[in-house]
Each structure stands twice: as structure tokens, then as C-alpha cells.
């Protein structure tokens, strides 16, 4: 009775979930036939050679959270299998992201190294069943063999070894009786195939190299083709959820595990995620890191997961940006002013508003007594009532930012000028009667205003219109801090198409990073911490850098307040 009420329960939720894509449209066919007895098990197998980038999220977010949406599990997997480029900080920063997210494997954590004896074992069987073969060739006389796409490859002299050579020279290449490079052990396919992963692949290749976690005991390495459908299947996966780029290799994956004749996932391949004026490939990302054009794998200008973690934006904010991206079978390449906007819309609703200079310009207010100090009433944020308010000090001494004064104004500029009035946010109006320059260079050092103590909070009952509203902070109460500015890191929208020949980097946005180190930030942020998110009046959203000090705090621009989606959306519906 009970496990017919439970059947009836798993259907009701199977039926409830829309089939909002391709992927989850195959899967509730899969269900509906029993296929794989009803089950949902996903995979994601990252390799630990650089970071995750935000393209590998939508990967995550696919793998984990279509099963997490059927009720299924998920693994994580890495695909440790080229300990040239592998190491364990990778490892590490891959586990705390994929957390970070949001998703937990439980205790489904795997690497491919654990099935390096099984794997050689699998090759051994296919030795063994006449389709795999060690091969003498050097890497380039293989390409050479391999031929083009438009004419079909040689086979190679090799290829016809006996099942008893092969064993022999298999078990000597694990023994490290040969250098490397000078053999490999390849499937035995068809060097006239069409798809240029079926003529002849190599499965394992030698390598002295020591591994990050199984050390000097293998001397040869089974290459990703060879691992992948085959780790699947050890781990019982039901849909094994990947990039498009590994459509062509679906028949290879195929053709190890029918002929090993062994349990058998479902590949499906889906579309990668481009965005623009970024490069989303840990080959292009690695040689900005190692060559220095950016600080680290964390840079707040990279894609990274850690990047944009220490740039301010919060994994709610990824996640609704790739569910909006959706799944796709072809590529495209998704304005980054999308991304943009949804931390817009994440971070609306959390931050604290606060207030900081970022270029001050000094004022004195010359009829508000010297020891003085107001305490004024500042809401925290008008999203949230619930987040309440904070008091701020008010002085005689000010800092405004220096672009809310024109000694020349245009004439629809509302802000301060000489012998004109403007609102201090949450303060006072205060006028400019007398302006102070440099006697060398004519710049504007400080402004001398009065202030009417009527208008506390920002507002008159006697009808004056005052249309310009400023920030501001103390001066003898205010916070030093540095501020990092950050735009694109590529000049050129579609940051991948570049030239044959030509070097992406040239593409590189000189002016992707500022940094202001004489900002002058309210009193409040006295004791926050790094990773705190603030929305700052007028200028946009920030984080609290981890280079913050006790003498000086560090702020990361987020994203700025213009909203550019949201613009083009609206031009898109008229």
C-alpha cells in the first residue's frame, strides 16, 4: 500500500516538472518506458587543471539540477587523467565552488584515478578481443596517418601485431621499459571513418609524469576518450550530460562500451554558453593567469567562479542568469548585460544602501557650528523595511563628489553651483556661496557653502524645489578606502573569433581596471567584513575585497547602477 502511494507520489512529481527543454523531454520519455528502471543519475566530471569559469556552471547547473529536479543523484567526478596540467589546488577550488552554487554530492565524490586498474584491465579486454593494438608511431607520424577530413587516413604498419605482442608491449609500456612518447595503445576502428575520433584513437599513452594523487605507480595514462564512457559507466550514470563540442566523440563513447559489453549510460550533448567580451576556455584563461595580465585565477575581471565570487556576485544570481540562458542544442553568444542585470536584481533586494565618495571634493559649511556633530536617520534599504535604519554623523566638514559640482553648469544640470541649492541626502539643502581654487592650477579645492537647518532629512515645508539630491560623507568621520573600477577585460564583443594567427590577447581592454585610493567611505562599514555586499547611492553595487586592512578597506566594484538589459528589453517590445 505504501509503496503504491509513494509510485504514485514519484509520477505525480515526474508529470509536475515542465518540459521546459530538450534534455528534460528525453528524460521523462525515459521514465515513462522504465528505462534504466526509473532512475536519474547524472555526473559532472571537471578536469583539474585551472578553475571553473561560468560556462562550466551551466554545466553544473544542468547536471546537478535536472537531477535534483527528478528526484535522482549526481555525482562529481574529476577527470584526472593528464597529470601534466593537474594539481590539487585545482581540486580545491573546483570542490568549493561547486558548493558554493549550491548543489552537494554527498558522499559521491570520484576521480578517475580511482579506476586506473579497471580501465587498464578494460584495455586489456579489448587487446584481447582484437581491436586494440600498441602502435610504434611518433605523435606527428600519427597526425600524419591520421589523414584529413576530406580523404581517409593509412593504417598503421602496427596494427596487425598479434594479441600476444600487444599483451606483451602493453604490459611492458605500464612496466616503463619505453620512453615516452615512443608508443601507444590505440582501438582498432576504421581509418576511412567519416568522424575523425574513429580512425584508430589512442587509449592509453606513457608518460613518467607523477601524479597529484596516485604519485610515481603509473607510467601510462588513459586518455579522456577512453576514461569517460567507461567511468560512466563503473558509477551506474543514467544521462551522461555534456557539451556540444563531444557530439563527434558520442560514437566513440558508444563503441568502447558496446564492445567491452558492459552497462551503458545515455550521451546527450547540449549547447555551451558564450558571452561577450569574454573568453570561456581554461586555455585562454590559464596563459592571462600565468603571463600575469591578471592578478589570479580569482581576478574579479576573470570568469571564474572565484572571480566573479570576489567581484560581488552571489551564486542566486548565476543560477537565475543560466536558467534564463536556458538548454540549447546550437551555440549562440549571450549579452553579458544580462548577467549583469541579474545581479542587478539579486543584489536590489539585499544591500544595505550606503553612502562614499568616490573622487571627493571637500565642502565647509560655513554657518554649522565647528564642534557640532548631527546624528542623522538614514534607511538601510526601501526594498526591505525590515532592514531598518542606521544613525550618521553630519558635520561642518564634508566630502561630495566632485562631479556634483559645475562651476560652469549646462543648463540641465541640477546639481551644486555657485549661488545654487542642492538636497544632501538625508541631511540638509545647503547652497554654495564661495568657491576655492588652486592658485597654480585653477582646479577647484573646496567649496564653501551655508546650510538651512529647516530642511533636516532632506526636505522643506516652506514649497522651494530643490531637484538635485547629493551623497555625502563627514569628513572628520569618514573611512579611507580603495575602489577598484572594472570593465569588460576584452575590448572586442565576440572576445573567441579572432583571425588565424592572430593572438587574443591583442583584444585585451587596457582600461578594464581602476583603482581610486583616496575614496571616502560613511562611517558604518567600520567593521565589515570581506565578502560583504553594499549598494553604494548613486554609483553602484561593491564588495569588500579580501586586500582589506584595518587601515585601509578594499571595495570592488560589482556592477554599476544603469541597468543596460533592462533598456534593451524595453527597446525590443516597442
Given at each position: 500500500?505504501?509503496?503504491?502511494?509513494?509510485?504514485?507520489?514519484?509520477?505525480?512529481?515526474?508529470?509536475?516538472?515542465?518540459?521546459?527543454?530538450?534534455?528534460?523531454?528525453?528524460?521523462?520519455?525515459?521514465?515513462?518506458?522504465?528505462?534504466?528502471?526509473?532512475?536519474?543519475?547524472?555526473?559532472?566530471?571537471?578536469?583539474?587543471?585551472?578553475?571553473?569559469?561560468?560556462?562550466?556552471?551551466?554545466?553544473?547547473?544542468?547536471?546537478?539540477?535536472?537531477?535534483?529536479?527528478?528526484?535522482?543523484?549526481?555525482?562529481?567526478?574529476?577527470?584526472?587523467?593528464?597529470?601534466?596540467?593537474?594539481?590539487?589546488?585545482?581540486?580545491?577550488?573546483?570542490?568549493?565552488?561547486?558548493?558554493?552554487?549550491?548543489?552537494?554530492?554527498?558522499?559521491?565524490?570520484?576521480?578517475?584515478?580511482?579506476?586506473?586498474?579497471?580501465?587498464?584491465?578494460?584495455?586489456?579486454?579489448?587487446?584481447?578481443?582484437?581491436?586494440?593494438?600498441?602502435?610504434?608511431?611518433?605523435?606527428?607520424?600519427?597526425?600524419?596517418?591520421?589523414?584529413?577530413?576530406?580523404?581517409?587516413?593509412?593504417?598503421?604498419?602496427?596494427?596487425?601485431?598479434?594479441?600476444?605482442?600487444?599483451?606483451?608491449?602493453?604490459?611492458?609500456?605500464?612496466?616503463?621499459?619505453?620512453?615516452?612518447?615512443?608508443?601507444?595503445?590505440?582501438?582498432?576502428?576504421?581509418?576511412?571513418?567519416?568522424?575523425?575520433?574513429?580512425?584508430?584513437?589512442?587509449?592509453?599513452?606513457?608518460?613518467?609524469?607523477?601524479?597529484?594523487?596516485?604519485?610515481?605507480?603509473?607510467?601510462?595514462?588513459?586518455?579522456?576518450?577512453?576514461?569517460?564512457?567507461?567511468?560512466?559507466?563503473?558509477?551506474?550514470?543514467?544521462?551522461?550530460?555534456?557539451?556540444?563540442?563531444?557530439?563527434?566523440?558520442?560514437?566513440?563513447?558508444n563503441w568502447y562500451l558496446d564492445q567491452l559489453e558492459i552497462y551503458h549510460p545515455e550521451q546527450i550533448e547540449f549547447a555551451d554558453i558564450n558571452l561577450?567580451?569574454?573568453?570561456?576556455?581554461?586555455?585562454?584563461?590559464?596563459?592571462?593567469?600565468?603571463?600575469?595580465?591578471?592578478?589570479?585565477?580569482?581576478?574579479?575581471?576573470?570568469?571564474?567562479?572565484?572571480?566573479?565570487?570576489?567581484?560581488?556576485?552571489?551564486?542566486?544570481?548565476?543560477?537565475?542568469?543560466?536558467?534564463?540562458?536556458?538548454?540549447?542544442?546550437?551555440?549562440?553568444?549571450?549579452?553579458?548585460?544580462?548577467?549583469?542585470?541579474?545581479?542587478?536584481?539579486?543584489?536590489?533586494?539585499?544591500?544595505?544602501?550606503?553612502?562614499?565618495?568616490?573622487?571627493?571634493?571637500?565642502?565647509?559649511?560655513?554657518?554649522?557650528?565647528?564642534?557640532?556633530?548631527?546624528?542623522?536617520?538614514?534607511?538601510?534599504?526601501?526594498?526591505?523595511?525590515?532592514?531598518?535604519?542606521?544613525?550618521?554623523?553630519?558635520?561642518?566638514?564634508?566630502?561630495?563628489?566632485?562631479?556634483?559640482?559645475?562651476?560652469?553648469?549646462?543648463?540641465?544640470?541640477?546639481?551644486?553651483?555657485?549661488?545654487?541649492?542642492?538636497?544632501?541626502?538625508?541631511?540638509?539643502?545647503?547652497?554654495?556661496?564661495?568657491?576655492?581654487?588652486?592658485?597654480?592650477?585653477?582646479?577647484?579645492?573646496?567649496?564653501?557653502?551655508?546650510?538651512?537647518?529647516?530642511?533636516?532629512?532632506?526636505?522643506?515645508?516652506?514649497?522651494?524645489?530643490?531637484?538635485?539630491?547629493?551623497?555625502?560623507?563627514?569628513?572628520?568621520?569618514?573611512?579611507?578606502?580603495?575602489?577598484?573600477?572594472?570593465?569588460?577585460?576584452?575590448?572586442?564583443?565576440?572576445?573567441?573569433?579572432?583571425?588565424?594567427?592572430?593572438?587574443?590577447?591583442?583584444?585585451?581592454?587596457?582600461?578594464?581596471?581602476?583603482?581610486?585610493?583616496?575614496?571616502?567611505?560613511?562611517?558604518?562599514?567600520?567593521?565589515?567584513?570581506?565578502?560583504?555586499?553594499?549598494?553604494?547611492?548613486?554609483?553602484?553595487?561593491?564588495?569588500?575585497?579580501?586586500?582589506?586592512?584595518?587601515?585601509?578597506?578594499?571595495?570592488?566594484?560589482?556592477?554599476?547602477?544603469?541597468?543596460?538589459?533592462?533598456?534593451?528589453?524595453?527597446?525590443?517590445?516597442?
Amino acid at each position: 500500500m505504501n509503496n503504491k502511494t509513494d509510485e504514485r507520489e514519484d509520477n505525480n512529481k515526474t508529470d509536475s516538472i515542465e518540459s521546459t527543454d530538450f534534455i528534460r523531454q528525453i528524460i521523462k520519455e525515459d521514465l515513462r518506458t522504465n528505462k534504466y528502471d526509473g532512475r536519474v543519475h547524472t555526473r559532472f566530471p571537471p578536469e583539474p587543471n585551472g578553475y571553473l569559469h561560468i560556462g562550466s556552471a551551466k554545466a553544473i547547473c544542468i547536471n546537478f539540477g535536472i537531477a535534483e529536479d527528478f528526484g535522482g543523484l549526481y555525482n562529481l567526478r574529476f577527470d584526472d587523467t593528464d597529470p601534466t596540467k593537474e594539481e590539487t589546488e585545482y581540486v580545491e577550488s573546483i570542490i568549493e565552488d561547486i558548493r558554493w552554487l549550491g548543489f552537494d554530492w554527498e558522499d559521491r565524490l570520484f576521480y578517475a584515478s580511482d579506476y586506473f586498474e579497471q580501465l587498464y584491465e578494460y584495455a586489456v579486454q579489448l587487446i584481447k578481443k582484437e581491436v586494440a593494438y600498441v602502435c610504434d608511431l611518433r605523435p606527428e607520424e600519427i597526425s600524419e596517418y591520421r589523414g584529413l577530413w576530406t580523404e581517409p587516413g593509412k593504417d598503421s604498419p602496427y596494427r596487425d601485431r598479434s594479441v600476444e605482442e600487444n599483451l606483451d608491449l602493453f604490459e611492458r609500456m605500464r612496466a616503463g621499459e619505453f620512453e615516452d612518447g615512443s608508443r601507444t595503445l590505440r582501438a582498432k576502428i576504421d581509418m576511412a571513418s567519416s568522424n575523425m575520433n574513429m580512425r584508430d584513437p589512442i587509449m592509453y599513452r606513457i608518460m613518467r609524469v607523477t601524479h597529484y594523487r596516485t604519485g610515481d605507480k603509473w607510467l601510462i595514462y588513459p586518455t579522456y576518450d577512453f576514461t569517460h564512457g567507461q567511468c560512466d559507466s563503473i558509477e551506474g550514470i543514467t544521462h551522461s550530460l555534456c557539451g556540444e563540442e563531444f557530439e563527434d566523440h558520442r560514437p566513440l563513447y558508444n563503441w568502447y562500451l558496446d564492445q567491452l559489453e558492459i552497462y551503458h549510460p545515455e550521451q546527450i550533448e547540449f549547447a555551451d554558453i558564450n558571452l561577450t567580451y569574454t573568453v570561456l576556455s581554461k586555455r585562454k584563461l590559464r596563459p592571462l593567469v600565468e603571463s600575469g595580465r591578471v592578478s589570479g585565477w580569482d581576478d574579479p575581471r576573470m570568469p571564474t567562479l572565484s572571480g566573479l565570487r570576489r567581484r560581488g556576485y552571489t551564486p542566486e544570481s548565476i543560477r537565475d542568469f543560466l536558467g534564463r540562458v536556458g538548454i540549447a542544442k546550437s551555440e549562440n553568444l549571450v549579452d553579458i548585460a544580462m548577467l549583469e542585470y541579474c545581479i542587478r536584481q539579486d543584489l536590489n533586494k539585499q544591500c544595505q544602501r550606503v553612502m562614499a565618495v568616490l573622487h571627493p571634493l571637500k565642502v565647509v559649511i560655513d554657518n554649522y557650528p565647528e564642534d557640532k556633530v548631527d546624528e542623522l536617520d538614514a534607511e538601510n534599504n526601501p526594498e526591505d523595511p525590515n532592514m531598518g535604519s542606521r544613525k550618521i554623523p553630519f558635520s561642518r566638514e564634508l566630502y561630495i563628489e566632485r562631479a556634483d559640482f559645475m562651476e560652469d553648469p549646462p543648463k540641465r544640470f541640477f546639481r551644486l553651483a555657485p549661488g545654487r541649492e542642492a538636497r544632501l541626502k538625508h541631511a540638509y539643502y545647503i547652497k554654495c556661496e564661495r568657491v576655492v581654487k588652486d592658485e597654480n592650477t585653477g582646479e577647484v579645492i573646496e567649496l564653501h557653502c551655508t546650510y538651512d537647518p529647516e530642511t533636516r532629512g532632506g526636505w522643506s515645508d516652506d514649497g522651494r524645489k530643490v531637484r538635485g539630491t547629493l551623497h555625502w560623507v563627514s569628513a572628520r568621520h569618514s573611512l579611507k578606502a580603495d575602489v577598484r573600477l572594472y570593465d569588460h577585460l576584452f575590448t572586442k564583443e565576440n572576445a573567441n573569433d579572432v583571425e588565424e594567427g592572430e593572438d587574443f590577447t591583442a583584444n585585451l581592454n587596457p582600461n578594464s581596471l581602476e583603482v581610486l585610493t583616496s575614496c571616502q567611505i560613511e562611517p558604518s562599514l567600520a567593521d565589515t567584513k570581506p565578502g560583504n555586499r553594499y549598494q553604494f547611492l548613486r554609483t553602484g553595487y561593491f564588495c569588500v575585497d579580501p586586500d582589506s586592512s584595518d587601515q585601509k578597506l578594499v571595495f570592488n566594484r560589482t556592477v554599476s547602477l544603469r541597468d543596460t538589459w533592462a533598456k534593451i528589453q524595453a527597446q525590443q517590445k516597442r
